[in-house]
């Protein structure tokens, strides 16, 4: 029938075009180990509660890439041009990262988290106040 398209005819489209949807999803092996010391079930590794989070934007097709802590911390956010970034078990952020993070905010970004990002610093230290309360406040525990 003239002008259907089939998944075929799309996917020889966009075969040899690499797609940019400007999503950064947060990789930092130190909220890996902590997400592995906080994870409830026992059964479970921490990679099945870091899995749905960080595959959110491949169900509608989107394309991201992975920023390590380095990257964060140098910027990378605002100089690549993403849009969003995911933090998906982000529980320790180094205080660079908190200030890049930050900035990104200010300059239009998004980020989402699924846990309260920075409770630990980039040393898995406790911290007192989330390293990014301004951005994710939480209320004070009580009735």
Not at 5 to 20: G, I, K, L, P, S
Not at 30 to 40: C, E, H, N, Y
């Amino acid at each position: 029938m003239p002008g259907e398209d089939t998944f075929r005819d799309r996917q020889a489209d966009t075969e040899w075009v690499e797609a940019n949807d400007k999503i950064a999803i947060h990789f930092s092996e130190a909220s890996r180990i902590a997400d592995s010391l906080v994870t409830v079930n026992e059964n479970s590794s921490e990679y099945e509660s870091f899995w749905p989070i960080s595959q959110g934007p491949r169900g509608p097709g989107l394309q991201y890439q992975y920023v390590s802590y380095e990257q964060v911390e140098t910027g990378e956010l605002t100089k690549g041009g993403y849009a969003v970034f995911i933090m998906p078990h982000s529980w320790a952020i180094s205080r660079e990262e908190a200030r890049e993070i930050r900035s990104f905010v200010q300059n239009g970004g998004t980020v989402i988290a699924d846990v309260v990002p920075g409770i630990l610093d980039g040393h898995g230290a406790i911290q007192a106040r989330g390293m990014l309360a301004d951005l994710f406040p939480v209320p004070p525990a009580g009735p």
